[in-house]
C-alpha cells in the first residue's frame, strides 16, 4: 500500500507543487520570523556587549518615571559633579568619569534638513577623549565651546567634513558649531549600531543636552586591574546611597539587550500572526486538493478497496500523502525561511543606518515550528479528504466516476452554527470584555463559518457573476464550469476571500478612524496655522519656543501658543501630559471656550479625566515629571477633551522639567481681517531655524494627522499580500485541475469547432468569476467585520463610519486580474490539448 | 472529379514511433466517400480504421499522403484552419457521446453553431430535433437522459450545422441493441431524406448491415470493399478476411 501511495504521489507532482508552495510560503514566515529575530537578538547582544565593553561599572541617577524600551524614551535624571567626585574616593576605582549622553542632539545637514534617525537614539555628549575602540578619524575633539566633533555616521549622513560650520538642534534652539572632528571605531565602523554622535565641551554638553552646568547623565567607571568589578559596584552602591543605579558594564549590556529582544518580540509575533493568517488560507489550498485528487482517484482507491485494502488503509494513504509533502513543504519553506531572515536583517540593518548584522543563524525554535506548522497544517488539511476516500464503496471502480453532487445541508447548517458563534464571539470581545483574544477568534470562527456557507452563497452569486460573461460562447461555458462544483468554487474562493476581508476590514476600521480623527479636528481646531513635523523616530520633531512670542507679536495675529508633551506620574499613574506657554492664548488659538492663564502651581484636565478620577476645581493632584521633584497642581479648570488636546494640561514652568523641554505643537489664530497670504510666510520665516518642523495651513495639519493611519494601511496590504499570494495560489490549482479533470470535454468541444483562443477564454471566465467572487464575500465580510468594531470603538471617539468604496471596487478590479494572471498557465494547458488523445482520455 | 466527393483520401500512409519501435498503421490507402453515402469502415482491432477516419477529419496528422474534404486539402493547415474546418464542414459522433454535463440536452445540440456564432435555421432546427424524436426532453442535461437519448442529442448536433460528411466512430458502441438500431436507422434516414453524407467506423456486421458501402480495412491496408451490404454479406466477408489472414 505504502508503494503504491508513493507511486501516486510522483506521478501527480505539478499538484502537489502547487498545494505544497502555500505550505511552503506559510512556513518561510514562520521561520523567516524566528530567524530574523533570533539574528536581530545577537546583533544586539553584540552591540551592547561592545557598547559597554569599555564601562567597568556605570552609575546613573534613579530615573524619575521608569520607561521601557518599548513605552517611549526614558529620560535621564541629572547627576550631580559632587558625586564624581565621591565615586573616584571609592577603593578599586582606577577612573571615574562624568559622562553627558543623551538622545537629542540632532545634527542639520548640508542641505539644511535635520540628519533623521529611525531607530539608533542621536547622542548628544560631553567629549572625554578617544577610547579603547574609538579612534579619531580626521582632525581633534572640541576644545573650546563653539566646536564639536561627531562620528563617521553622521558626519556621511549630515554630508559635512571638518572645518564647517555646523547647526544642531538640542534642548536649546539652533546653534551653530564648527566641526573639529570626526571618529570612528575600531575594523572600520563608522558607528556602533548606527548611534549618531555629537561631542560638545563638557558645558556645552551639560547646558544643551540637561539644560543646566554642573550635571552628568552617568558616571562610567574604570576599575583598578585585578579588582572585580562587581564588587567595586558593590562598594560604589554603599558610598553613594539608594538615589542611584549602580551596575557593571556587563549587567548594562544585558539589560539594555534584554529590552531591545522585548521589541523584538512584538515584532515576532506581527510577523508570525501574518504567517498564521498565510497558513489558515494555506489549509483551504490543501484541503481543496486533496479532495480534488480523491475525487479524481476515485477509481484508483475503490480498485484498492475491492483487491481488499480496508478502510483504515486508504485513510492512511491519503493521509502518508500529506505526511510526505508537509515534510517537503516544511523543509523548502523553512530554507526559504532562512533566505527571507537574512533579507530582512539586511533591510533592517540597512534601515537604522550601519547597524552590523550577526551571521544569520537558524535556530531550533525555527526548525521545529517549521517542522510541526508544516506538518501539522498539511496533515489537518487532509483529514477531511482521507475520510472521504474511505468511504469509497469498491462498486465504483467498476462504474463510471460520476459521483453525484452531495446535497448541502449539512454543510450549510454547519456554516450558520459556525457562523454564528463567531459572530457572538465577535460581539462579546468588542462589546463586553473587550479581550484582543475573542476577538481575534471570533474573526477565525466567523471566516470559517462564512467558508462553510460559502457553497450556498456561491450558486446564485456565481450565477449572477458569470452573466456578465454570458455574451459569448466561451464565456458561457466558462461561467457553467464555474458552478459545476460549489464546493472545489467556494474553497478557491474562500481562500481569497480571508486576504481580502481582512485587508477591507482594516481599511474600514483605518478609514473610520481617519474620517473620525480628521472630522473631529475640523469642528475644534480654529488656528489657521499649525506649527508641526512629521515624527519619525522615537522622538517629536520640535521647534524653539521663543517662536511662539515672536509668533504673537507678528500683525494680524491673533493668539499664538505651543504645546508641550512627556510622560509623566500623575496621582501615582504614568500617563501622558501637554502643558503651554500661556492656556488662555491656546485656548483663544485653538478655538475651544476661554480657559484661565496657569500660574506655576495650577493645572486644567479635561472633563472626561476629572470624572474619571472624582476631581473637581480646587483639587490638589500630585505629579512626577521627568526632570526634578514632585509637585502639586491645583485644578483650575476643566475643559472638554475634544476642545483642547490631551488630557492634562500643566504650566509653562513644568516644561523646564520635561524630557524634551521645546513643544512640539504651536497653534497660530488670526486677528479678524488678518489674511493667511499676508501672514503665513512671516510664520514660517520664524520657523526657518527649527528645520524639523513646518508652519502649515490647518488644513494641511489635518490631512498630516490622519496620514499615519495611511502608512499602517500600506503596511497591513503588504503583509496580507501574502494570504492573497497562496489563495491565488490556490485560484491556479483548482483550474489546472479542472482542467486535467476535463480533458475529454475540452477535446470534444476543439473537435466541434472551439478555437484555440476561445478554449483559453472559457478557462479565463472560469478563473475571473471565482476571483470575484472571492473578493466580493472578502469585501462584505470584511465590510461588515470593520464595521463592527467601528461600532464597538464609537465611544472611543470614532463616530464616523466610512467604507471605502474606491478600494473595495480596486479590490474587485484586482481579483479579476488574478482570475486573469491565474488562468494563464492553465488555459495554455488547455489550447494545447492534442484533441485526439483529449478524446480518448479516460 | 473533386466535387462529388465528400471525403477523399490518396495515398496516406500514417506511422507512429521510430526506428524498432516503429509501428505503420496505415500504409497507402486511398478512398473516396460519395456525398450522400453511408460508408463504414471496418476491420479488426489494429487495421488502421480508426486511424483512418481521424486522419480523414483532421484529428490527426498524416505521415504521407492528402486527405480533401469537400474541395479543400486538409492535410498541411494550421490549427485555426482545421479547428474551422471541423467545426463547419465536419460532424462527429463518438462512440462515449461526449456531450458536455454543463448544458442542456438542446444547449448541446446548437454548440458548434454557438461557437461559429451562428443562428441555426429554424425549419432545419424543426427537421432534425422532430427526426431524432427528444422534443421534450431538450430542456434535460445529459445526466437525465438514457444512453440512447445522449447519443440522439450527439447526432443531432453533428446533423445541425448539415456538414459535409460526418464521421461515427463505434456510435452504438457504448447502447443495447435497441437504442443502437434507433441510432443506426436514424443515420440511415439522414442520408435518404437529406442527402447526408456520414462515414463510419465499426466492428458489428448488423450496424454495417445499415450502409450503402463497406470498406474492409487490415494491416493498414484496404482489403475488400462492398456495395450495399447486409449483415449477412459482411459477416461473410469478415470471415473471409480472416481466412485470408
Known amino acids: ?842 | 472529379m473533386i466535387g462529388t466527393k465528400a471525403a477523399r483520401a490518396d495515398d496516406v500512409w500514417k506511422v507512429y514511433g521510430k526506428g524498432e519501435a516503429q509501428v505503420v498503421a496505415l500504409r497507402g490507402v486511398s478512398a473516396s466517400f460519395e456525398r450522400g453515402k453511408f460508408t463504414a469502415i471496418m476491420g479488426p482491432s489494429g487495421s488502421g480504421k480508426s486511424t483512418l477516419m481521424h486522419c480523414l477529419a483532421g484529428l490527426d496528422t498524416v505521415t504521407r499522403g492528402t486527405v480533401h474534404i469537400g474541395g479543400t486539402e486538409v492535410t498541411g493547415l494550421g490549427d485555426k484552419a482545421l479547428t474551422r474546418l471541423r467545426r463547419d464542414r465536419v460532424g462527429f459522433i463518438f462512440q462515449q457521446f461526449n456531450l458536455l454535463p454543463t448544458l442542456t440536452a438542446a444547449e448541446n445540440i446548437r454548440l458548434p453553431l454557438d461557437i461559429a456564432g451562428r443562428k441555426p435555421d429554424p425549419q432545419w432546427w424543426d427537421t432534425v430535433i422532430g427526426t431524432v424524436g427528444l422534443g421534450d426532453r431538450l430542456g434535460h442535461r445529459p445526466s437525465q437522459l438514457s444512453g440512447g437519448q445522449q447519443q440522439r442529442v450527439a447526432c443531432a448536433r453533428a446533423l445541425m450545422s448539415r456538414p459535409d460528411v460526418i464521421f461515427a466512430d463505434e456510435p452504438t458502441g457504448n447502447l443495447d441493441s435497441k437504442a443502437g438500431a434507433e441510432i443506426l436507422a436514424f443515420l440511415r434516414s439522414s442520408v435518404m431524406e437529406h442527402g447526408q453524407t456520414i462515414v463510419m467506423v465499426t466492428h458489428d456486421p448488423v450496424a454495417a448491415g445499415y450502409t450503402d458501402r463497406v470498406v474492409f480495412l487490415a494491416d493498414g491496408e484496404i482489403v475488400a470493399e462492398l456495395d450495399n451490404p447486409t449483415p449477412e454479406s459482411v459477416l461473410e466477408q469478415m470471415k473471409a478476411g480472416e481466412v485470408l489472414v
Open chain 1, 1 to 842: 500500500m505504502l508503494r503504491a501511495t508513493l507511486k501516486s504521489l510522483l506521478a501527480r507532482k505539478l499538484r502537489l507543487v502547487l498545494s505544497g508552495l502555500a505550505v511552503v510560503l506559510g512556513v518561510m514566515f514562520v521561520a523567516g520570523a524566528f530567524v530574523t529575530t533570533d539574528t536581530l537578538g545577537r546583533t544586539f547582544d553584540k552591540l551592547f556587549t561592545e557598547g559597554y565593553a569599555t564601562t567597568d561599572v556605570a552609575v546613573k541617577a534613579k530615573p524619575k518615571i521608569d520607561v521601557s524600551e518599548m513605552e517611549g524614551e526614558q529620560v535621564e535624571t541629572p547627576l550631580p559633579a559632587a558625586v564624581v567626585q565621591s565615586v573616584r574616593q571609592v577603593p578599586g576605582v582606577r577612573q571615574a568619569t562624568g559622562v553627558v549622553a543623551t538622545d537629542g542632539a540632532r545634527v542639520i545637514g548640508s542641505d539644511g534638513k535635520v540628519v533623521t534617525s529611525y531607530g539608533p537614539p542621536r547622542i548628544g555628549m560631553n567629549w572625554v577623549g578617544t577610547d579603547d575602540i574609538m579612534q579619531m578619524r580626521q582632525g581633534r575633539g572640541p576644545e573650546k565651546d563653539t566646536e564639536i566633533a561627531v562620528n563617521e555616521a553622521v558626519a556621511k549622513a549630515a554630508g559635512i567634513k571638518v572645518g564647517d560650520r555646523v547647526g544642531v538642534l538640542t534642548q536649546l534652539p539652533k546653534k551653530t558649531f564648527t566641526l573639529v572632528g570626526v571618529w570612528g571605531y575600531t575594523e572600520g565602523r563608522d558607528s556602533i549600531g548606527g548611534v549618531q554622535e555629537v561631542a560638545f565641551t563638557e558645558p556645552v554638553a551639560q547646558r544643551s543636552m540637561l539644560g543646566e552646568t554642573g550635571v552628568f547623565t552617568q558616571i562610567t567607571v574604570r576599575t583598578d586591574d585585578g579588582a572585580k568589578p562587581s564588587d567595586v559596584r558593590d562598594r560604589i552602591a554603599a558610598q553613594v546611597g539608594g538615589g542611584y543605579d549602580v551596575k557593571t558594564g556587563e549587567q548594562l549590556a544585558a539589560d539594555s539587550s534584554a529590552e531591545f529582544k522585548e521589541a523584538l518580540s512584538f515584532f515576532n509575533n506581527i510577523l508570525l500572526g501574518f504567517a498564521g493568517v498565510a497558513l489558515f488560507v494555506g489549509t483551504f489550498l490543501i484541503l481543496n486538493t486533496f479532495s480534488i485528487i480523491v475525487a479524481q482517484r476515485t477509481r484508483e482507491l475503490a480498485l484498492m478497496r475491492a483487491l481488499g485494502a480496508g478502510r483504515r488503509q486508504v485513510i492512511n494513504s491519503v493521509l502518508i500523502e500529506a505526511l510526505v509533502i508537509g515534510v517537503i513543504a516544511a523543509v523548502l519553506g523553512l530554507g526559504a525561511g532562512v533566505g527571507v531572515g537574512a533579507l530582512l536583517v539586511t533591510l533592517f540593518g540597512s534601515m537604522s543606518g550601519g547597524l552590523d548584522p550577526a551571521p544569520v543563524g537558524v535556530p531550533l525554535a525555527a526548525i521545529l515550528s517549521s517542522l510541526i506548522v508544516g506538518v501539522v497544517v498539511t496533515v489537518v488539511a487532509a483529514v477531511l479528504p482521507a475520510l472521504r476516500a474511505s468511504r469509497i464503496s469498491p462498486i465504483a471502480a467498476m462504474q463510471d466516476v460520476a459521483t453525484p453532487d452531495r446535497p448541502l445541508t449539512r454543510v450549510t447548517v454547519t456554516g450558520a452554527v459556525i457562523g454564528a458563534a463567531g459572530a457572538t464571539m465577535l460581539g462579546v470581545g468588542l462589546y463586553g470584555t473587550s479581550s484582543l483574544w475573542l476577538i481575534l477568534g471570533g474573526v477565525l470562527v466567523t471566516f470559517i463559518g462564512v467558508a462553510l456557507l460559502t457553497p450556498l452563497i456561491s450558486k446564485p452569486v456565481v450565477a449572477g457573476l458569470g452573466r456578465l460573461f454570458s455574451w459569448s460562447v466561451p464565456g458561457r461555458l466558462g461561467r457553467l464550469n464555474s458552478g459545476r462544483n460549489p464546493r472545489r468554487t467556494a474553497i478557491t474562493a474562500a481562500a481569497l476571500m480571508v486576504g481580502i476581508a481582512l485587508v477591507t476590514g482594516v481599511t474600514v476600521v483605518m478609514d473610520s478612524a481617519k474620517s473620525s480623527l480628521a472630522a473631529q479636528a475640523e469642528s475644534t481646531v480654529k488656528a489657521e496655522i499649525v506649527i508641526g513635523g512629521d515624527q519619525n523616530g522615537p522622538r517629536p520633531p520640535t521647534f524653539d519656543d521663543a517662536v511662539l512670542a515672536q509668533a504673537g507679536a507678528v500683525p494680524g495675529v491673533r493668539a499664538a501658543a505651543g504645546v508641550w508633551n512627556d510622560q509623566a506620574v500623575v496621582d501615582g499613574k504614568r500617563t501622558y501630559v501637554n502643558a503651554t506657554d500661556d492656556l488662555a492664548e491656546l485656548a483663544d488659538a485653538y478655538g475651544s471656550p476661554a480657559l484661565p492663564a496657569l500660574k506655576s502651581d495650577q493645572m486644567a484636565v479635561s472633563t472626561q479625566e476629572a470624572a474619571e478620577n472624582g476631581w473637581g476645581t480646587g483639587d490638589a493632584v500630585k505629579v512626577q515629571l521627568p526632570r526634578g521633584e514632585e509637585h502639586t497642581y491645583s485644578i483650575v479648570a476643566t475643559y472638554d477633551e475634544d476642545a483642547i488636546p490631551g488630557s492634562y494640561m500643566l504650566p509653562a514652568a513644568a516644561t523646564k522639567e520635561f524630557g524634551i523641554t521645546q513643544p512640539f505643537l504651536g497653534f497660530v489664530r488670526l486677528a479678524d481681517g488678518a489674511t493667511m497670504a499676508g501672514v503665513l510666510p512671516q510664520i514660517k520665516a520664524l520657523v526657518a531655524d527649527s528645520p524639523e518642523v513646518a508652519a502649515t495651513d490647518r488644513s494641511s495639519y489635518i490631512d498630516q494627522q490622519a496620514g499615519t493611519f495611511d502608512t499602517v494601511i500600506t503596511m497591513v496590504q503588504v503583509l496580507l499580500g501574502l494570504a492573497i499570494l497562496i489563495a491565488v495560489l490556490g485560484v491556479v490549482n483548482t483550474l489546472a485541475l479542472s482542467v486535467l479533470e476535463r480533458t475529454r470535454e475540452l477535446g470534444l468541444l476543439r473537435a466541434v469547432g472551439l478555437g484555440r483562443a476561445q478554449t483559453m477564454r472559457m478557462v479565463t471566465v472560469e478563473a475571473v468569476v471565482i476571483s470575484v467572487f472571492g473578493a466580493l464575500l472578502g469585501v462584505v465580510v470584511g465590510a461588515g467585520l470593520g464595521a463592527a468594531v467601528v461600532q464597538a470603538l464609537e465611544s472611543d471617539g470614532i463616530t464616523d463610519l466610512v467604507l471605502p468604496w474606491t478600494q473595495m471596487g480596486l479590490y474587485l478590479v484586482l481579483a479579476a486580474l488574478v482570475g486573469v494572471l491565474a488562468a494563464v498557465l492553465p488555459s495554455i494547458k488547455a489550447a494545447r490539448l492534442n484533441v485526439l488523445a483529449a478524446i480518448a482520455h479516460d
